[in-house]
C-alpha cells in the first residue's frame, strides 16, 4: 500500500470510531438475527456419494420462530437449543461447495451467509475517515486511498449532504484500503451474548443503540452501509 511504501502514519483511531463500531455490530447483528428469526426452517440432508459425503440444506414449511416454540433446536450443534447461538448456527436452507476433498457440499448457516461481517471488521476506519472529510483533510484521504482525488472512481450512488461525490468517493477507496491492511479480530460472540435466549431478542434489539450522529452516518455511507432505525420488534 502507498501509505506503507511512504512511512504515512494513519490517524489514531479514537475511543468514539471505537464505540461506534461496537454499537452499530452489535445492532446490526441484532437485526439480521430477528429477520433471520422468521425465515424458514432449513433441516440438512447427509449424502454419501462414496467418493465425498455432502450436507445438503432444504427449506421446510415452518419458522425458526415456530420450532423454536415448540422447543426444537435450530441447528443441531452443542449450542443450547432456544439461543440466540442455536439460531446463529442454524442451517439457511442453502447449500455451498466446500471445495475440500471428501467434503463436497456444505449447509450454509446464518453466520455464514451474515452479508456485513467482512465490512464490520473495521467499521472504525470509517469513522475516523469521515472525521477527515468533515475536516477538509483530503490529503490524507489521497494517501490512504493510493490516489489524487482527481483520479478517484466516482460512486453516483454516495450521497451525503453537500458533500461532493468524488470526495465521498475517494474516502470509500480509502476505506476499502484500510480493510486491506486490517487484521481480522471481528468476533460476533463479544457483540452479542450467544447464550441468551431467543425470547430476549425483541428486548435486545430494542435497547440497542439506533441514534446516529451526523460523523457516524457519513462513515455508513463511506462503508457502504445503512442506518439501523428503531423499530418495535415482535415477540
Excluded: K
Amino acid at each position: 500500500m502507498l501509505a506503507r511504501r511512504s512511512g504515512f502514519a494513519a490517524p489514531a483511531t479514537t475511543g468514539a470510531a471505537l464505540r461506534f463500531a461496537a454499537d452499530y455490530a452489535r445492532a446490526n447483528l441484532l437485526t439480521y438475527l430477528y429477520e433471520a428469526l422468521d425465515a424458514q426452517v432449513a433441516d440438512v440432508e447427509v449424502v454419501d456419494y462414496g467418493h465425498d459425503i455432502s450436507h445438503r440444506g432444504h427449506r421446510v414449511y415452518e419458522t425458526n420462530r415456530e420450532r423454536v416454540r415448540r422447543g426444537m433446536a435450530l441447528s443441531g450443534t452443542d449450542r443450547e437449543p432456544g439461543t440466540l447461538g442455536d439460531l446463529f448456527d442454524a442451517p439457511t436452507g442453502d447449500t455451498r461447495p466446500t471445495h475440500v476433498p471428501g467434503a463436497g457440499l456444505a449447509a450454509e448457516t446464518w453466520e455464514g451467509m451474515w452479508p456485513d461481517q467482512w465490512l464490520l471488521d473495521g467499521l472504525e476506519h470509517a469513522h475516523t475517515l469521515a472525521e477527515a472529510v468533515l475536516a477538509g483533510d483530503i490529503g490524507t484521504l489521497e494517501i490512504i486511498a493510493g490516489v489524487p482525488l482527481a483520479d478517484a472512481v466516482t460512486d453516483r450512488a454516495l450521497v451525503f449532504g453537500d458533500i461532493p461525490n468524488q470526495v465521498l468517493s475517494l474516502a470509500a477507496d480509502a476505506f476499502r484500503e484500510r480493510l486491506e491492511d486490517h487484521e481480522p479480530a471481528f468476533d460476533p460472540e463479544q457483540s452479542v451474548d450467544m447464550t441468551a435466549p431467543l425470547s430476549a431478542l425483541p428486548d435486545l434489539l430494542q435497547a440497542a443503540r439506533h441514534e446516529w450522529s451526523g460523523t457516524e452516518r457519513l462513515a455508513l455511507v463511506i462503508a457502504g452501509l445503512s442506518p439501523i432505525e428503531r423499530t418495535t420488534p415482535q415477540c
